[in-house]
C-alpha cells in the first residue's frame, strides 16, 4: 500500500474569465498564487504559468464565449492545466503556418508536459484542453544536501 505524504494533499481552484487579451495576464497570477501556496519551485511554477499562458491564450484566439480555467494539484504532486471555452471560431486565416509570432503554443506545451490533450467539455462550455505537469512537491524531494549532478540546459530547439 502506498501512502502519500500528509503535505500533498489534493488541492484545486478555478477561475472564469471573459475572452479578452486581459485574461491571459489574469490567469497567471491567479495561478501564480495558486502555484505559492502550493509550494512549487520555480521551475515547476515557470512551467505550469506557461503552459496555462498557452492555453489560455489558445482559448482567447481560437475560441468563443467565456474560458473557465483550471489548476489543480493531486496527491502525487502532479499539476493539471486545463482550460474550458465555447468551442472553435472561424477567422477567415488560412492559417499557412508563415507566421513566426504564432503556431508555438502546443509544441511548449508538448515539451513541457507529461500528458496533454483536448476533448468535450460540459455544458456550457464545449472544448476542454489539458496538461499534467510532473512536479517534485517539497514533501518528496529529497533531503538538502550537496549538489552533486549537473542539470542540462532546457531547451524549446529540436534535437537531431
Known amino acids: 500500500m502506498t501512502t502519500s505524504h500528509p503535505a500533498l494533499q489534493r488541492s484545486r481552484t478555478s477561475l472564469y474569465l471573459a475572452r479578452r487579451p486581459s485574461a491571459c495576464p489574469r490567469a497567471r497570477r491567479w495561478a501564480a498564487a495558486a502555484l505559492q ?3 512549487a519551485t520555480g521551475q ?3 512551467d505550469v504559468l506557461l503552459v496555462m499562458s498557452e492555453l489560455v491564450t489558445n482559448a482567447i484566439v481560437h475560441a468563443t464565449g467565456p474560458i473557465r480555467a483550471h489548476l489543480a494539484r493531486d496527491t502525487a504532486g502532479r499539476i493539471h492545466v486545463q482550460v474550458d471555452d465555447g468551442g472553435p471560431t472561424h477567422h ?4 499557412d503556418g508563415q507566421d513566426d509570432e504564432h503556431g508555438r503554443g ?3 506545451v508538448d515539451h513541457l508536459a507529461h500528458h496533454h490533450g483536448h476533448g468535450p467539455a460540459p455544458y456550457p462550455y ?3 484542453a ?3 505537469l510532473t512536479t517534485t512537491h517539497p514533501a518528496t524531494r529529497p533531503a538538502a544536501g550537496p549538489r552533486t549532478e549537473v542539470l ?3 531547451t524549446l530547439e529540436p534535437t537531431a
Open 37 to 39: 501556496r502550493w509550494e
Open 44 to 46: 515547476e511554477r515557470d
Open 92 to 95: 477567415g486565416d488560412d492559417g
Open 106 to 108: 502546443l509544441g511548449i
Open 126 to 128: 464545449r472544448c476542454r
Open 130 to 132: 489539458w496538461a499534467v
Open 152 to 154: 542540462a540546459a532546457r
